[in-house]
Nanobody
Framework: QVQLVESGGGLVQAGGSLRLSCFAS????????MGWLRQAPGKEREFVAA????????YYAEFVKGRFTISRDNAKNTVYLQMNSLKREDTAVYYC?????????????????WGQGTQVTVSS
């Protein structure tokens, strides 16, 4: 079992920045791919970013490329999502995910572990 706890969400003005963190406990963190997904009110959950076990490969949804950066610190069992140039449409609950595969995270098909989510609200 892997437990995921997100933090760092909040209210920010458009154009601002936030950094989300996800702490993982339980099974060995460094063996898992990690990722972030989000769900806006009234919309389907969507993929945001993923990172492989070593941090050497990262993947992003088109709508966040150049603005968001995913990273991980295996010594701290933590994955991060640095979000810059935030837009109102980035408002959503952001979920941390863990799985053996970045492809599974990106396609959201059968992800092994989810966090509870953290709210990000971007105001104009």
């Amino acid at each position: 079992q892997v437990q995921l706890v997100e933090s760092g969400g909040g209210l920010v003005q458009a154009g601002g920045s936030l950094r989300l963190s996800c702490f993982a406990s339980g099974r060995t963190f460094s063996g898992n791919a990690m990722g972030w997904l989000r769900q806006a009110p009234g919309k389907e959950r969507e993929f945001v970013a993923a990172i492989n076990w070593s941090g050497g490969s990262t993947y992003y949804a088109e709508f966040v490329k150049g603005r968001f950066t995913i990273s991980r610190d295996n010594a701290k069992n933590t994955v991060y999502l640095q979000m810059n140039s935030l837009k109102r449409e980035d408002t959503a609950v952001y979920y941390c995910a863990a799985d053996s595969s970045t492809v599974t995270i990106a396609t959201m098909r059968g992800i092994d572990y989810w966090g509870q989510g953290t709210q990000v609200t971007v105001s104009s």
